[in-house]
């Protein structure tokens, strides 16, 4: 079964780090464009960076660029996120999704409060 | 960065009568490949997003035809023929033809 499962979410200062995780199984991760989508509460989605899988070209929205990388690993077949200099408005349900959004994971949730 | 605009932002709607979303972008769509990238996702509420419709009308996998999505240039329009209860959650647009991609502010979906 293809199946994406993020985690590393919680509680963090404002100012502080987190890496996002998300094991993919059932399809080799590496293979596949990817991205990171998050949610913030109560309100709509929100792209956030992208790794093509040919290439390994990394795209990232203006709000996070320079703070946040995205990477994978091939040999633990996941994708990560990390997240730098975090601020107040990067609290979110952050999502991976597989290919042209064709899977999603569950969602990992990130709070950013002093 | 392009802008997408859906309309309305609510919808109620009754079962078995037609729904219908408008999206439109700032800028137009077509990408260097030709294609227009233009997607519609469907959130329910608790849920994570689920991908209905690529390049403008192709439907994923298991999405229902009564489910259809259209347009071109700048304009853009999800269909749905009859409503039933499933289908009530937010309804997103999205362009992957420009960068950054960009969601619309989404539409939500209730029975009346």
């Known amino acids: 079964e293809v199946q994406l499962v993020e985690s590393g979410g919680g509680l963090v200062q404002p100012g502080g780090s987190l890496r996002l995780s998300c094991a993919a199984s059932g399809f080799t991760l590496s293979s596949y464009d990817m991205s990171w989508v998050r949610q913030a509460p109560g309100k709509g989605l929100e792209w956030v960076s992208y790794i093509s899988g040919s290439t390994g070209a990394t795209w990232y929205a203006d709000a996070v660029k320079g703070r946040f990388t995205i990477s994978r690993d091939s040999a633990k077949n996941s994708l990560y996120l990390q997240m730098n200099s975090l601020r107040d408005e990067d609290t979110a349900v952050f999502y991976c999704?597989?290919?042209?959004?064709?899977?999603w994971g569950q969602g990992t949730t990130v709070t950013v409060s002093s | 960065d392009v802008v997408l605009t859906q309309s309305p932002l609510f919808l109620p709607v009754t079962l078995g009568q037609p729904a219908s979303i408008s999206c439109r972008s700032s800028?137009?769509?077509?990408?260097?490949?030709?294609?227009?990238?233009l997607n519609w996702f469907h959130q329910r509420p608790g849920q994570s997003p689920r991908h209905l419709i690529s390049e403008v009308s192709n439907r994923d996998s298991g999405v229902p035809d009564r489910i259809s999505g259209s347009g071109s240039g700048t304009d853009f329009t999800l269909k749905i023929s009859r409503v039933e209860a499933e289908d009530v959650g937010v309804y997103y647009c999205m362009q992957g033809s420009h960068w950054p991609w960009t969601f619309g502010q989404g539409t939500k979906v209730e029975i009346k």
């Open positions: 999704a597989r290919g042209y959004f064709s899977v």
């Open positions: 800028q137009g769509l077509v990408y260097s490949d030709g294609k227009t990238h």
